[in-house]
């Protein structure tokens, strides 16, 4: 490969648009914690950087104030 086409290369990668989390902190989200469970109400704490099996989220439980990750997929919006 040479050079100008590497950094050309490079620079598409920087200018796609970056994916974001989809709930900011302090979100009001529901979790369900197993699957004979029903779902409950958990706030966002923190955001947790994409390690390349998707976003993840520190949230607390309304209830039980337990902290626990999260992948994204897992949680939903309160309507």
Do not use: C, W
Request: overall charge positive; aromatic content about 8%.
């Amino acid at each position: 490969m040479t050079d100008t086409s590497n950094r050309s290369r490079h620079q598409a990668i920087r200018n796609r648009a970056t994916a974001t989390h989809r709930f900011p902190v302090g979100a009001f989200v529901l979790h369900q914690v197993d699957f004979r469970s029903r779902k409950e109400t958990f706030r966002v704490t923190r955001l947790v950087p994409d390690g390349g099996a998707g976003f993840q989220y520190r949230i607390k439980g309304e209830q039980d104030g337990f902290e626990r990750v999260v992948m994204e997929s897992s949680l939903e919006a309160i309507d």
